[in-house]
């Protein structure tokens, strides 16, 4: 058979299984989807430094990259399985069996893996592979797919014993294939299957390749008792480019490995204090939200922001202090550590001292004053001031165990982050930046230093002196400070650089270190062409 006939049998034919099966997913349960199985398995099994790559290649977009990676791998094997069938069908279903297998154990080793998650794959194996054993038979018995279409209207194919080159009667040729109604019939089956794949990710707001917010059940938030005076008006009132004091929900950095954004039922919700403590318990959402209630304005950084990079976001939470809910469990003295799960798997491990130690560590319920959104962990999640998001963020919490470092590892402590990991004191230009005319400009950003404070940010151009900048408003220890310093730009290329000092007085260091393990440092550098 024709080796692009055969691998374009292959590609249609995996096209309309997986079709099949994102859309049995859709209706039955949209994260047991082949894509999204497969995609979130690789996720957890790819090696750091190839999800660091692809986070900074790739953005905020590395979902949807992910998504037509695999997409192009399916399209591979699946050609390669249509390849194989043509010569021998037995070896072709060997195949298609090995890739249903894998399809259906991602699906079912996923953490919130039901019974019914093997649906889906079984049913992409099933479609896939009566559809790739159906298209060769066409194809083997010459008769293009409008042919086959046609059905009993045709005659019979007769063909003379011990001959294989010739039939008798009026119908085609064995080995007779009309090439271009053979891929017009192709396209026809990948039309179907991306209707039926359209049809699926619309189903299922947020999942595959529209990476949209899920809308959450509305939940309705108590009032807080003694909420803090309304953040005062930033520096982006007067000074254009820099960072809002308040960094707007919808331009809130994401990050997380769920490939689909987990939207459990507020309704159904339940949050487990548990472990090594005297006393374990469930809250339902109701039971939260009936303890005292507090509202806090914190700064969140991704461990993964490099120097300068956009990764941290500010604004007022909304929730329940978790020293609270931890001493209501009464914690064992050996306990040094808390486990947090997410009802999607992830954990994250922070340290007991840390949650107890007076800080504003909380389950969150609410971002500037709205319930939380999907992405952003609803209806609850952890949030840690001070520590980066992989070690006291937890979104769409469901579990706090008591534990300790020595028992227990989390999501990415087990692949070799630190367990320890305060944010690092950090400077970020905001503006100028590229090319700008000369004149009066100024060098602005915002500078943090999570739950010790910026006490001071110094900018420096080209090798001149390090200046002072002015500092926008104090909101607290655990909240980013914006900054600016005024700059006579004049013609040329220039080199800007900044420092953050933190309230103990220390100093950014200006050594430069990468991500792993526990945080980028070095001084942020922007440079600029200043036009005559
Ligand atoms: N369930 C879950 N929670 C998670 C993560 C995750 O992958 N899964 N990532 C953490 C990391 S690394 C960060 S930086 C913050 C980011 O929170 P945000 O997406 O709301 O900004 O969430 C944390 N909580
Ligand atoms: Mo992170």
Known sequence: MDRVVAATVGVTS??????????????????????????????????QVAREFAIRTFGSHDKLALTLGILVVTAVLAAMAGLVGARSRAAGVAVVTVLGVVLVLAAVSRPAAGVVSVLPGLLTTLVGGAALLAQLRWVDRGLSPRAVRAGGRL?????????????AGPGPRRGWMDRRAFFAGSAGIAAGAGLLAWAADALVPGQG?????????????PPVASPPPPLPAGLETSVRGVTPLVTPIGDFYRVDTAL????????????????????????????LLAMPLVERDITLTCVSNPVGGPYCGSTRWTGVLVADLLRR???????DMVL??????????TPLAVLLDGRDAMIAVAMDGKPLTATHGAPARLLTPGLYGYVGATKWLSELKVTTFAADSAYWTHRGWADHAPVKTAARIDTPTGTLPAGQVPIAGVAWATHRGIARVEVQVDQGPWQEA??????????WRQWYLPWEATP??????????????????DEVEDVIPDGATGYPVINVEVRT
């Open 329 to 335: 469990a009464a914690p064992d003295p050996g306990a």
């Open 492 to 509: 040329g290329r220039h080199r800007l650089r900044a420092r953050a000092y933190d309230m103990a007085g220390q100093v950014q260091t």
């Open 209 to 221: 390749l529209s990476p949209g917010v899920a809308a959450p059940q509305p939940v309705v938030l």
């Open 470 to 479: 002015t500092l926008g408003p104090d909101v607290g220890l655990d909240y």
């Open 340 to 349: 947090s799960r997410s009802v999607d798997g992830f954990t994250a491990s």
């Open 155 to 167: 005659p019979p194919i007769r063909v003379a014993p011990g001959s294989d080159a010739g039939v």
């Open 14 to 47: 995996a096209g309309l299984g997986v079709a099949v099966g994102q859309l049995v997913a859709a209706l039955t349960e949209p994260a047991a989807s082949p894509i999204l199985a497969v995609g979130a398995s690789v996720v957890d099994l790819t090696p």
């Open 260 to 287: 689909s954004v987990p939207t459990p039922n507020p309704s159904s919700w339940k949050l487990t204090i548990g472990g090594r403590v005297a006393q374990p318990y469930t809250l339902t959402l109701a039971e």
